[in-house]
T-cell receptor, first 115, second 111 residues
Framework: GAGVSQTPSNKVTEKGKYVELRCDPISGHTALYWYRQSLGQGPEFLIYFQGTGAADDSGLPNDRFFAVRPEGSVSTLKIQRTERGDSAVYLC?????????????FGPGTRLTVL | GQQLNQSPQSMFIQEGEDVSMNCTSSSIFNTWLWYKQDPGEGPVLLIALYKAGELTSNGRLTAQFGITRKDSFLNISASIPSDVGIYFCAGLRGNNNDMRFGAGTRLTVKP
């Protein structure tokens, strides 16, 4: 399909471990977003890429969270020293550009469980 | 945290009934959006509103952008079982990255 894909769909890890979550945006979309969705809540913005650069990382909760998009396409969200409170669904979205309003298309998310 | 107050939190209705849900904020937004999320999926855009006072329809869905730019509502007419899901409002202040979501309205439709 031509939509946003995310891998893995589910990830279970132990407290203190390192995890990487991958997002493949829609081809040609220059803007990419990461959100975190806790149970019973709406998505909360984490970070936004325009091309290869992180244009806004104000939503990252602390320095254990980091994301990259080295070639302006695939992005990886990295979480170090995971904590139980990091358990959530991590959603990725992409849009044609990030300037002005452009529809964001969401992937199915990665459900992260930290034991 | 959430900056949009969405209500009701959940609704249980009979098939064929109309549904109304709304979203309010203490902040002004330039764009209001309504999304639907099915289990195990990401949100899917239903309606986007760009101007204060704008009323927009998409099939059985109608949404309005409040005059004050601090609220929006979504109506669903003649509900059907596939309307089941969680509906989110979202607001954009300026650039595309500054999107804030409500906590969602969980809709259950009884056949």
């Amino acid at each position: 399909g031509a939509g946003v894909s995310q891998t893995p769909s589910n990830k279970v890890t132990e407290k203190g471990k390192y995890v990487e979550l991958r997002c493949d945006p829609i081809s040609g979309h220059t803007a990419l977003y990461w959100y975190r969705q806790s149970l019973g809540q709406g998505p909360e913005f984490l970070i936004y890429f325009q091309g290869t650069g992180a244009a806004d990382d104000s939503g990252l909760p602390n320095d254990r969270f980091f994301a990259v998009r080295p070639e302006g396409s695939v992005s990886t969200l990295k979480i170090q020293r995971t904590e139980r409170g990091d358990s959530a669904v991590y959603l990725c979205a992409s849009s044609r550009t990030g300037t002005a309003y452009n529809e964001q298309f969401f992937g199915p998310g990665t459900r992260l469980t930290v034991l | 945290g959430q900056q949009l107050n969405q209500s009701p939190q959940s609704m249980f209705i009979q098939e064929g009934e109309d549904v109304s849900m709304n979203c309010t904020s203490s902040s002004i937004f330039n764009t209001w959006l309504w999304y639907k999320q099915d289990p195990g999926e990401g949100p899917v855009l239903l309606i986007a509103l760009y101007k204060a006072g704008e009323l927009t329809s998409n099939g059985r869905l109608t949404a309005q952008f409040g005059i004050t730019r601090k609220d929006s509502f979504l109506n669903i007419s003649a509900s059907i079982p596939s309307d089941v899901g969680i509906y989110f409002c979202a607001g954009l202040r300026g650039n595309n990255n500054d999107m804030r979501f409500g906590a969602g309205t969980r809709l259950t439709v009884k056949p």
